[in-house]
Nanobody, 116 residues
Framework: QLQLVESGGGLVQPGESLRLSCAAS????????IGWFRQAPGKEREGVSS????????WYSDSVKGRFTISRDNAKNTVYLQMNSLKPDDTGGYYC?????????WGQGTQVTVSS
């Protein structure tokens, strides 16, 4: 069964850190571009970060640049999103996406809440 499973979300205070994981089963993530997206209540889903399949080049939205780091561990078939200096505006559901020509998979999401 082809599946993406996110984990690592939770409730943290501003300034704290979380590391999200996106684990794949049924396919090799190494052949896919992986993206992290988030969706706050009442807002559209937005791209946060991505990592390419070809050379592991990365992209970050302006709102997270310098605070978030995306990485992949092909041996574990997992992609991570290290989130530092979290802000209340980072609150939302975080979703992992695996994409290549002809294939597009989404995980079920993990909730991140940043609040004092």
């Amino acid at each position: 069964q082809l599946q993406l499973v996110e984990s690592g979300g939770g409730l943290v205070q501003p300034g704290e850190s979380l590391r999200l994981s996106c684990a794949a089963s049924g396919f090799n993530m190494g052949y896919y571009a992986i993206g992290w997206f988030r969706q706050a209540p009442g807002k559209e889903r937005e791209g946060v970060s991505s990592i390419s399949s070809s050379d592991d080049s990365t992209w970050y939205s302006d709102s997270v640049k310098g605070r978030f780091t995306i990485s992949r561990d092909n041996a574990k078939n997992t992609v991570y999103l290290q989130m530092n200096s979290l802000k209340p505006d980072d609150t939302g559901g975080y979703y992992c996406n695996a994409r290549r020509i002809g294939d597009n998979y989404w995980g079920q999401g993990t909730q991140v809440t940043v609040s004092s």
